[in-house]
């Protein structure tokens, strides 16, 4: 069964960091592709950044760009999401969501991700 657990949230103050972890079981081969999302009150879900399975080629929201880094230790199964330079407006729920088989490029959509993992919170205030 495809399964993934998300940790790694918390509250920190504007300008610290917070590293997001992905663990990832079940799945059919180490190529998937992971993305991570956010969602704020209010607002729809939208795409922080992805790293796809064949080459850890990585793609970036302008929002995050120089500050977020996502990077992957398949002996471990786990995506990681670091964040620095935190700001309020990146106070959220953070998921992440993966595309099953061997995947070559990631998308920062969310209909392109066929997995979710639970949510967790990020909250960046003083």
């Known amino acids: 069964q495809l399964q993934l657990v998300v940790s790694g949230g918390g509250l920190v103050q504007p300008g610290g960091s917070l590293r997001l972890s992905c663990a990832a079981s079940?799945?059919?081969?180490?190529?998937?592709?992971i993305g991570w999302f956010r969602q704020a009150p209010g607002k729809e879900r939208e795409g922080v950044s992805c790293?796809?399975?064949?080459?850890?080629?990585?793609k970036y929201a302008d929002s995050v760009k120089g500050r977020f880094t996502i990077s992957r230790d398949n002996a471990k199964n786990t995506v990681y999401l670091q964040m620095n330079s935190l700001k309020p407006e990146d106070t959220a729920v953070y998921f992440c969501?993966?595309?099953?088989?061997?995947?070559?490029?990631?998308?920062?959509?969310?209909?392109?991700?066929?997995?979710w993992g639970q949510g967790t919170q990020v909250t960046v205030s003083s």
């Open positions: 079940g799945f059919t081969s180490p190529g998937y592709a």
């Open positions: 790293i796809d399975g064949s080459n850890s080629r990585t």
């Open positions: 969501a993966a595309r099953d088989g061997y995947v070559s490029g990631c998308v920062l959509g969310t209909n392109w991700y066929s997995y």
